[in-house]
């Protein structure tokens, strides 16, 4: 059974960083593109950025560009999102998805608030 | 960027009726395009990809049509357990999610 799993939520305030974890397990991370997906609170969906297989490419939505950063661990089946000079909107909770199979994680809920 | 228009924001219909959720990209993207449906407090679950493929496991209810820019989502006899927002991602060039259709219960 395919399961990504988000962890490393919280609440940190304004210019705080955070970094989020997503672990997968149930098919081989290593083959798959991977995104990091938020959604604030009663708002639509967005994506925030993506990466490939090894690591070499990083594309990222332009309102964390220079603040966010997405990396990976293959041989610990582990996506990371390293978030810094965080703003009161990117309250939200995070998923990690891969697109073209339609897998999401649960979400983990960042709160940017003094 | 690829801009994603979707309509209506939201729509109230009964049970048993067929209801039609509208998506059009600001240029082509094939048939890039995933339909997901999301209830509250939980993640979006994928109902259709390639524009048109069911996923597994998903009602035969649910269908998905169109290419290029324009793109629909159909429920031909919305139950009960459809009502949840819907929404369309395109993923030709980065992704794209459309705003929402907020289905709701006459």
């Known amino acids: 059974e395919v399961q990504l799993v988000e962890s490393g939520g919280g609440l940190v305030q304004p210019g705080g960083s955070l970094r989020l974890s997503c672990t997968a397990s149930g098919f081989t991370f290593s083959n798959y593109w991977m995104n990091w997906v938020r959604q604030a609170p009663g708002k639509g969906l967005e994506w925030v950025g993506k990466?490939?297989?090894?690591?070499?490419?990083?594309y990222y939505v332009d309102s964390v560009k220079g603040r966010f950063t997405i990396s990976r661990d293959n041989a610990r089946n582990s996506l990371y999102l390293q978030m810094n000079n965080l703003r009161a909107e990117d309250t939200a909770v995070y998923y990690c998805?891969?697109?073209?199979?339609?897998?999401w994680g649960q979400g983990t809920l960042v709160t940017v608030s003094s | 960027d690829i801009q994603m228009t979707q309509s209506p924001s939201s729509l109230s219909a009964s049970v048993g009726d067929r209801v039609t959720i509208t998506c059009r990209a600001s240029?082509?993207?094939?048939?890039?395009l995933g339909w997901y449906q999301q209830k509250p407090g939980k993640a979006p679950k994928r109902l259709i990809y390639?524009?048109?493929s069911l996923q597994s496991g998903v009602p035969s209810r649910f269908s998905g049509s169109g290419s290029g820019t324009e793109f629909t989502l159909t429920i031909s006899s919305l139950q009960p357990e459809d009502f949840a927002t819907y929404y369309c991602l395109q993923y030709n060039n980065y992704l794209t999610f459309g705003q929402g259709t907020r289905l709701e219960i006459k």
């Open positions: 240029q082509g993207i094939r048939n890039d």
């Open positions: 998805v891969t697109v073209l199979e339609g897998w």
């Open positions: 390639a524009a048109s």
């Open positions: 990466i490939n297989q090894d690591g070499s490419k990083k």
